[in-house]
């Protein structure tokens, strides 16, 4: 697809498996003049020249960041803030600043009182991970037919706003405005919570093996997938979306609660009121 | 595949989604003379009858078992026993016995306890189920290349241990012999908590509907699938093996109340080593 190129230069704060796979579109669909990364370590960085996700690379954030006309943090939630104030007194009047986050509230409260207004910082949570990571699973379809939520106007540039929603667009995400708040609030429920309950169902297996290994099936191996991220990622979604985690948390234990007392009451008609609970919320989330 | 055929007249009494299965193989292969179906409600028999996955049908148990050299008790998990008490007078003294449930102990146990030795009841657990139920979803394939639990010998008859074994192997499965309660242990932890806590994670999502709709991921898919399961059958789990599901369900809630409680102190380290420690459990359950 032949594309209008929306901008010159595009710094990617971390080159994991969301910062290259968005490199790679920006390249591949003509969408930037110049993709520079930014990392820690020396091998990644490496990695995304070599697929093609990044054109240079960089160790540090400010002169990376020095210059460039789109700004993509791609770190683990609990670093934006400080990575945010890193770039804010060396980006441009005109730079467009964005990020790639699981929360949303706790990051665009710290841009909007750190920024004046019209501030820049647009944030965006592309739901397009997997437990895979690494620039070495980068693709440029990643974002292709994903959903993209992008924070409300709230005080932002206007060119920024829509340079982000632009952005996400572009390279093939659909694109929802949505709130912080109502934002933590659904993905605790839809994404964060079945994360922690999914690694403590992974705990349950003292053991692996072969004495182990026939009693594993699809249920498992479903239920259980996502257990297999980042740990790094996954505390900096709690650190920076507390709340919403707890309150959802608690809910869970107190279903299950529930649902083990009536095992031991051997109580059939209460935990078939509970599996038709379940069963029916899945239906209807699911719109079927 | 030409093979010889196994038994004259099998006899399945439930013809949901494991029993016309199971049958459908049984004609397919040419391993049984005649099929006989028992089901409570008349379409399900006629959708039976329909797809080849039975020659004869019937209402009563007692009519169909008499006669028959295989039986298999394809009902939830707690009526088994009932099924068993109405096959016992009426199976002929070479008849073998088995069923398909997911728990094994208590089910076992009432068929030793209620038969003279050498019994002839051998208990089975194909782990070859699905979300899916009811005879329109049968597959002559189903049973191709999973697993299945045969209750280890113990006071059995002999040629009835051997044909049980031979009955799942010949329709594709992999036989694993196991001691019952070890089972029970083992299941609970890989297939009835994670189902139970699927059935509580899907309760959170109140409303579905088009503002909730863009937050449905991948990760609450696959982590809430098996929640779609019959309330039926997984009550009857839960009322034939309920202190390894106590005791699993019971460790859950407490590893789920010691994240909630980092979560609030926003104890990074004790986050990081909980993601960690269920990421490591799940590459060692899956061997990686």
Known sequence: MNM????????????????ASLGLALKQKALAGTVRGVGRRRPSLDKALEIGAIDEAY?????AATGADLI??????????????AV??????????TDVASTKAVLCAHAKQSWAEPYRFVGS?????????????????????SVCFVE????HAEEAHTAVMDLWEKVGARVVQVEPEMHDAMVAKTSHVPHIV??????????????????????????????????EIWRDICLTNPEAIETNLSEVIRLLREAADAVTRLDGPQLEKFFRKGRDARLRALER
Do not use: W
């Open 4 to 19: 209008a190129k929306l901008f010159d230069t595009v710094t990617i704060i971390g080159v994991g498996l969301l910062g």
């Open 59 to 63: 160790l540090e954030v400010a002169e």
């Open 72 to 85: 993509v943090i791609c770190t683990p939630a609990a670093a934006v803030p400080q990575v945010l104030d």
């Open 88 to 97: 804010r007194p060396v980006c441009g009047k005109s730079a467009v600043v």
């Open 125 to 145: 949570h592309p739901m397009a991970g997997s437990e895979k990571f690494g620039p070495e699973h980068a693709k440029a379809e990643l974002y292709s037919g």
């Open 152 to 155: 409300q106007f709230n005080g």
């Open 198 to 231: 999914a690694s403590a169902l992974s705990q349950l297996i003292e053991n692996g093996g072969a004495e182990g290994a026939p009693f594993i099936g699809s249920g498992f191996i479903d239920t259980t997938r996502v257990a297999e991220g980042r740990p």
